[in-house]
T-cell receptor, first 115, second 111 residues
Framework: GAGVSQSPRYKVAKRGQDVALRCDPI?????LFWYQQALGQGPEFLTY????????KLGLPSDRFFAERPEGSVSTLKIQRTQQEDSAVYLCASSPLAGPPYEQYFGPGTRLTVT | SQQGEEDPQALSIQEGENATMNCSYK?????LQWYRQNSGRGLVHLILIRSNEREKHSGRLRVTLDTSKKSSSLLITASRAADTASYFC???????????FGKGTKLTVNP
């Protein structure tokens, strides 16, 4: 079956531009996560949705970062006025269950480069 | 900030040898998971071990967990070139839904 998909796979933005990153989770998965992975590092948690409700957004690095999942399926991570330090791979993951984390299914990521 | 530290940061072995990677973490956990990431790809879940378990096997993978030492190890037996990847441990803390990842071990298996 189809896994988690993300688009675009690569994005180059000039400093100050806004970007929108899309995540299509596995159909029926309740939980959706966004992570940021800097080069040579492990993923760092950004935010979590249970269906359409954003239950944890403490990992978002600044108020320039905004995420939504309006219908409890597709999610969008938006970054306003991008800065060079936003350059990273943004990973989306979904999980079929809510509550204490079970295994998460990851998408291939979007590599964002801010020039 | 990241919870865990994997050790070693990089490991290079010959095909057929065993590979052992270690993970240490800082706080009490609900479970600990290991993931693999091939270059330029997303993460793939390998195995989950709960805080009340000490050892778990899956195919050529063996994971141990020592909650008193806040550490875990991942053993890959009879390694193959296709095992070349970065390996991350991730912890689930208390009732939190998020995973906290370490920095990873980069494994290279030479044919």
């Amino acid at each position: 079956g189809a896994g988690v998909s993300q688009s675009p796979r690569y994005k180059v933005a000039k400093r100050g531009q806004d970007v929108a990153l899309r995540c299509d989770p596995i159909s029926g998965h309740v939980s959706l996560f966004w992570y940021q992975q800097a080069l040579g590092q492990g993923p760092e948690f950004l935010t979590y949705f249970q269906n359409e409700a954003q239950l944890d957004k403490l990992g978002l690095p600044s108020d320039r970062f905004f995420a939504e999942r309006p219908e409890g399926s597709v999610s969008t991570l938006k970054i306003q006025r991008t800065q060079q330090e936003d350059s990273a791979v943004y990973l989306c993951a979904s999980s079929p269950l809510a509550g204490p984390p079970y295994e998460q299914y990851f998408g291939p990521g979007t590599r964002l480069t801010v020039t | 900030s990241q919870q865990g530290e994997e050790d070693p940061q990089a490991l290079s072995i010959q095909e057929g040898e065993n590979a052992t990677m270690n993970c240490s973490y800082k706080t009490s956990i609900n479970n600990l998971q290991w993931y693999r990431q091939n270059s330029g790809r997303g993460l793939v879940h390998l195995i989950l071990i709960r805080s009340n378990e000490r050892e778990k096997h899956s195919g050529r993978l063996r994971v141990t967990l020592d909650t008193s030492k806040k550490s875990s190890s991942l053993l890959i037996t009879a390694s193959r070139a296709a095992d070349t990847a970065s390996y991350f441990c991730a912890t689930a803390q208390g009732g939190s839904e998020k995973l906290v990842f370490g920095k990873g071990t980069k494994l290279t298996v030479n044919p």
